[in-house]
Structure formats: structure tokens, C-alpha cells
């Protein structure tokens, strides 16, 4: 029998007026949209970001890390400080970091300095999206309200997902490629204003101290591992990877050690004692892995090797979005017929099948059969996402709601950093083995770019006489497609392994009793809006 947690905290706000909340809410709402908006807007942009900035394969994957590790280094403190310091603070805090290091981002000439404020980006994500949940209930204290207004937040959230590479390919079209940052600077100004001024504050006063040497032993050990995995394919298995790696393995054994000593974890290790809330985390983090990871993979080869410019991009990736979107309407009715332990594995194996189409693109591919495998893929993803995130939520009675989101986003958002991490370096690894025998003969410099990307074979090919140029650049090509294959066939794998597991080791049952009987009450609702849509 497991132990029986604390009661949950209470909530002290300010009650806001009849009429004033849904503004609040509307405040919100706008806030989320803003930050979901930036979750896709670059998968567009990376092509671009790669010929601006003269960023290599392994820059490209750290412009897309360094958000997510800051995101996933800081969820687990965030929501023990917003008790402490206001819920309401931290949501004007956190827009203030991220519109400042938006705006500064737009304007960068280098790609470490773009990376710098992604991270930047990511922390400023990492306190608004929980801190915008956890006001939720002290706004709306009644549960038929509660859930229209995590309706209405969900809804801003995916119409920041769905409007993201439209935005962007118009924005990288019309403008130059700091404008896809820089957009988010008056919105989020309005967000700062609605916020700071319609919603009222709310906090725990009995809220626990933060353990700050706990959180930073997980930061640190996230960091260290996942720099490793990046730097693998450039620099080998030599101290400048393998140091960071096994440091970070070490840091992380530290914080676990930790964790089972502390009076006030950030993590309560007993959750993984529950099968229910184990087996859907590890759902959500694998199925979370392939959507980032292929996103990162697919978008250059949809802008570079099939010749579309941003905005073709955008429109090209919007069949996927919207496959998601339906699999993701549907997954409650299939679940409700023939349970979560069933369709959860089954949009995992869909989602593999759309990868082995991926297998089968050569250069001479039409859109047709890539759009066929970005809808199957997509669709796979729309069935298991929310409903690996509705397990998680139905395994938590109410005294772990809190805690138990809070470490399932942050295996979720595990899962896209190890996958724009892992799949980038399958693909890079695999792009330089092909390579290699083309570039032999360039000098050293254009060499060097040849073999750092895709893009950059295409802009060393654009200097070198016409009939080299095609060489080269078929050649890189193929060599893109090899990489992306291998890095489908990975992902597929994982998919494939991680839904027999499901299947086998899930216990049955869904629609609010787990393993615990416990059923998430409002904080259940309040955190599960925004996860279903897997927003990272």
C-alpha cells in the first residue's frame, strides 16, 4: 500500500468580479497562445536560421534544445516558488523573460547568441504555462465554469500550434528571419497588460520551502546528458562528450538520492510505484520523442531538398497538424469503446506506420507521398497523446495532482529535447558517412560547410561551376534522405517497442480510476487541458 500523501494545499486569491474573470481569463488565454504559437514557429524557421546565421546541423538542434531543457529543467520548482512568491507574479515575471529575450533574439547576428535566448525563451515559457493552469481554480472555483475556461485555454493553445508555420512561412517570405521572435514582442506587451491588471494574485500560504540544490542537481544533470547526446556525432566518444555525459548521469543519481531523503521532494519517487502513472508517462515522454524529433528532421528536408520556400514550408507541415488535431477528437470516443490500454498503443503503432512511409522518399519524391506520411504519422500522434496524458491524470488522487503533472510535463519535455537530440545526431551521423566521398575534393573551408548540413551543401554548391554544383547537390541530398530515414526507422522502432510495453504492462481502466481510485478533482482539470495537446 502506498503511503498516504498531504492534503492539498489551499489557495488564497483575491475573489475577481462576476464579469472581470472571463477578461482574465481572456488575458490568459493570450498569454498561452503567444507561447504555443513559438512551439512550431520554428520547426519552420530552422531552414532559414541554418542559411542566415551560417548555423550547423548541431547549432540547429541546440536552438531547439536550449528551450526545451530550460522548460523541462524548470518545471518541477516552478510550481513550489509560484505558491510562495504568487502565481500571478510569476505568470508577469515570466512574459517579461519571455518578450525580452524574444525581441533580443530577433536581432542576434550569431547562432550561440540565438541560442542563448532560447533558453531564455524557454524558462520564460516553463513558469507561465503551469503558473496561467494553477490560477485556473481560484478563478473559477466551481467545476462547470472551471472546465469552460480550460476549454478556452486549450483552444488558445492550439491555435498557437496550428497558426505557427503559417505565421512563420509568411513572416520568412515577407520579412527578414528575426521577425518569427520578434512577432511575439507586442503580444505578449498586451498579455503583460490584461494580466497585471485583470487577474487577481493567488497563493499557498503554507507552501513548503523550494529545494534549491535539489533543483539544481536535476537542472545540471539534464543539461550534462543531453549536451552529450548533441555533441556526439561531431566530436566522437572522447572527454568533450563522454565527460558532460557520465557527469550528468551523476548529478542525476545525486538528485534521485535526494529526492528519497527529502521532507519537501520536488519529486515523490512513489509515484512510479503506480503502474498506471509509470506506463502513461512513459507513453507521453516516447510519443512526445517522435513528434519533436521528426519535426526537427522533416522541416529542412521539406524547405532544402524538395525546394519550398518558408511559407510553402508552413502550408506543407499543416496536413500533420491537423491529422493530430482529429486523432486527438476522436481518442476519447475509441477509448471510451475499447479503453486507453488499447488505443494508446494503437496511435503509437499508426504513428510508426506513417515513419515507414518516410523510408521509402527518394529525391524525386512528390509531395503527395510525403503529405500521406506527415497525415498517418500525424494522426497516430492526435490518438495516443492526450490519452497517455489523461492516464497520467487519472492515476493521481488529488493531494499528488500537483507534483504528478508537474513530473510527467517534465518527462514529456524530456522526451522533445532527447528527440531533437537523439534523432538530430542519427541524422547528422548518417548525413556524414554519405557525404564524406563527395566533399573529398573540396577545399578545406567549403568542405567543412558541406558536411555541417544539407543547407550548407546547397550554399557551397551555389558557388562551385554548374555541372559540380549538381553533383554536389544530389549528393547531399541523398545523403539527407539516408539520415532521415535511419532517424525513421529509429523512431518507428522506439514506437513500435514502447507500445508492446504499453499494451503488456498497463493496467486496464480509464475515465478516472487508476490504480489509487483517485480521481484528479480540480486540479486534475486545471493541469490537464494544455498536456492533451502535448504542448511542450
Not at 518545471?75 to 510569476?90: A, C, E, N, S
Not at 513548503?208 to 550534462?224: H, K, N, Q, S, Y
Not at 552529450?228 to 538528485?255: C, D, H, M, N, S
Not at 535526494?258 to 509515484?271: F, G
Amino acid at each position: 500500500m502506498p503511503k498516504k500523501t498531504p492534503a492539498p494545499r489551499a489557495s488564497v486569491a483575491v475573489p475577481p468580479r462576476s464579469n472581470g474573470r472571463w477578461w482574465a481569463l481572456a488575458a490568459l488565454t493570450l498569454s498561452v497562445l503567444v507561447v504555443g504559437l513559438d512551439s512550431f514557429i520554428l520547426y519552420t524557421a530552422l531552414p532559414t536560421l541554418s542559411a542566415s546565421l551560417h548555423a550547423s546541423t548541431t547549432q540547429l538542434q541546440w536552438i531547439q534544445a536550449a528551450y526545451t531543457l530550460a522548460w523541462a529543467g524548470l518545471l518541477l520548482p516552478i510550481g513550489t516558488l509560484g505558491d510562495q512568491v504568487g502565481r500571478r507574479r510569476m505568470v508577469l515575471g515570466g512574459l517579461l523573460i519571455f518578450g525580452v529575450s524574444s525581441v533580443i533574439a530577433s536581432q542576434v547576428t550569431t547562432a550561440d547568441a540565438l541560442i542563448a535566448m532560447r533558453a531564455l525563451m524557454g524558462a520564460g515559457a516553463a513558469v507561465i504555462m503551469p503558473m496561467v493552469l494553477a490560477i485556473l481554480p481560484s478563478l473559477f472555483p466551481d467545476a462547470a465554469t472551471r472546465r469552460k475556461a480550460v476549454s478556452a485555454v486549450t483552444v488558445g493553445a492550439i491555435l498557437g500550434l496550428s497558426l505557427g508555420p503559417l505565421l512563420a512561412g509568411w513572416l520568412l517570405t515577407s520579412f527578414s528571419w528575426g521577425s518569427v521572435f520578434l512577432i511575439n514582442g507586442p503580444v505578449v506587451l498586451l498579455s503583460l497588460i490584461g494580466v497585471a491588471i485583470l487577474v487577481p494574485e493567488s497563493k499557498d500560504p503554507r507552501a513548503t520551502r523550494l529545494d534549491w540544490p535539489g533543483a539544481l542537481l536535476c537542472a545540471i544533470g539534464v543539461m550534462g546528458v543531453v549536451y552529450g547526446i548533441i555533441e556526439q556525432p561531431t566530436y566522437g566518444w572522447a572527454g568533450r562528450t563522454l565527460l558532460p555525459l557520465i557527469g550528468g548521469l551523476a548529478f542525476l543519481v545525486a538528485f534521485l538520492l535526494r529526492q528519497r531523503r527529502s521532507v519537501a521532494p520536488l519529486v515523490d519517487l512513489r509515484l512510479f510505484a503506480n503502474r498506471t502513472f509509470t506506463w502513461g508517462t512513459i507513453a507521453f515522454a516516447v510519443i512526445s520523442f517522435a513528434q519533436a524529433g521528426m519535426l526537427f528532421v522533416v522541416s529542412p528536408f521539406l524547405q532544402v531538398v524538395q525546394g519550398n520556400d518558408a511559407q510553402g514550408t508552413g502550408l506543407r507541415l499543416l496536413p500533420m497538424i491537423a491529422a493530430l488535431l482529429c486523432g486527438a477528437g476522436i481518442s476519447d470516443a475509441k477509448a471510451a469503446r475499447f479503453g486507453a490500454k488499447l488505443v494508446i498503443p494503437a496511435g503509437m503503432v499508426v504513428s510508426a506506420g506513417g515513419l515507414a512511409i518516410f523510408t521509402v522518399i527518394h529525391p524525386g519524391s512528390g509531395y503527395g507521398i510525403v503529405a500521406l506520411a506527415l497525415v498517418v504519422f500525424g494522426f497516430g500522434l492526435g490518438l495516443g497523446l492526450p490519452l497517455a496524458a489523461d492516464t497520467v491524470l487519472d492515476a493521481l488522487a488529488p493531494s499528488q495532482a500537483g507534483m504528478g503533472n508537474a513530473l510527467s510535463r517534465t518527462m514529456q519535455s524530456m522526451g522533445v529535447s532527447l528527440g531533437s537530440a537523439i534523432l538530430g545526431s542519427v541524422l547528422n551521423s548518417a548525413y556524414r558517412d554519405r557525404i564524406d566521398s563527395a566533399v573529398a575534393a573540396l577545399p578545406g573551408g567549403a568542405q567543412g560547410a558541406a558536411r555541417s548540413g544539407v543547407e550548407g551543401a546547397h550554399g557551397v554548391a551555389a558557388q562551385l561551376p554548374v555541372a559540380a554544383g549538381r553533383v554536389l547537390t544530389q549528393a547531399a541530398d541523398r545523403a539527407y534522405l539516408h539520415g532521415m530515414g535511419q532517424a525513421a526507422v529509429t523512431t518507428a522502432v522506439l514506437l513500435v517497442v514502447g507500445a508492446a510495453l504499453v499494451l503488456r504492462l498497463l493496467p486496464k481502466g480509464h475515465g478516472g480510476q487508476g490504480e489509487q481510485g483517485g480521481q484528479g478533482g480540480h486540479a486534475v482539470e486545471s493541469e490537464g487541458g494544455l498536456a492533451e495537446v502535448g504542448l511542450r
